[in-house]
């Protein structure tokens, strides 16, 4: 009987993944997807429990906790670009952590590249 | 499966004698997780149903809450009583742990950032659904 019940579980969490799918390629805005995709990560780690129980092995437990947090962190960095409009690299101010003065050039090594171009550019 | 293989040793050995009772509590248990285990799925189908046919964005959101607590938390419940205690059900409790956290925060996080961003509820509980302005020919007659 539970391995019935298991199977079903496992079933009706595949069909709420297909759901989520189909709400992030149809939704207008940026936002319906995100959420859809929030939802596919959160039906991903409970599909991932089922398998484990019907698989008779209690490893994949682990892979389900590492996946809810990898989760997070995307969903967090997704909303931060897409609200934004970058990751927030050229913000963070290097000469704070270091003690040292900032010159004219930034020190995050993806406008460092952009400024020495520019500054090839101009001369 | 380990946990089926586990469950019959125990009630093979308390069908001898008068340890009967034991088998009856395993057997409730597990009936207990079956009943939780297909509630946590009927919700998560309603969950994302609803994600699919609401109207708008805030009123979607409501379906994944739905998935996240209730579908989600049953499951999980259904798991864990099923396998007793053991490590297996605290790695299940610490996985519960932070579905309930992180959740419902990236949500509230992405209400957030789409009231920012201008995106306004169509559905609001004072003014009732968004009326539609009278266009000019309507409006001579």
Known sequence: ?123 | MIFASLLAESSSLAADGGQSTSFAIENLLTIIAVVSLVGGSLFSIIGGIGICRLPEFFSRMHGAGITDTMGAGLILIGLMIYSGLSLVTFKLMVILFFLTITSPSSCHALAHSALAKGLKPELDLKRGPVERQPNASEARS
């Open chain 1, 1 to 123: 009987m539970i391995i019935t019940a298991l199977s079903a579980t496992a079933i009706a969490v595949l069909v709420t993944m297909t759901l989520a799918l189909i709400r992030a390629m149809l939704g207008p805005t940026v936002f319906d997807r995100v959420l859809a995709l929030n939802m596919f990560g959160t039906k991903t780690v409970l599909f991932i429990c089922v398998i484990s129980y019907l698989q008779g092995r209690t490893d994949f437990l682990d892979l389900a906790l590492l996946y809810s947090l990898m989760n997070f962190i995307g969903m967090v960095a997704l909303l931060r670009f897409t609200t934004q409009g970058d990751f927030g690299q050229d913000r963070c101010d290097v000469s704070d952590i270091l003690g040292t003065k900032s010159g004219p050039i930034s020190r995050s090594p993806i406008t460092a590249d952009r400024a020495v171009k520019s500054a090839e550019v101009t001369r």
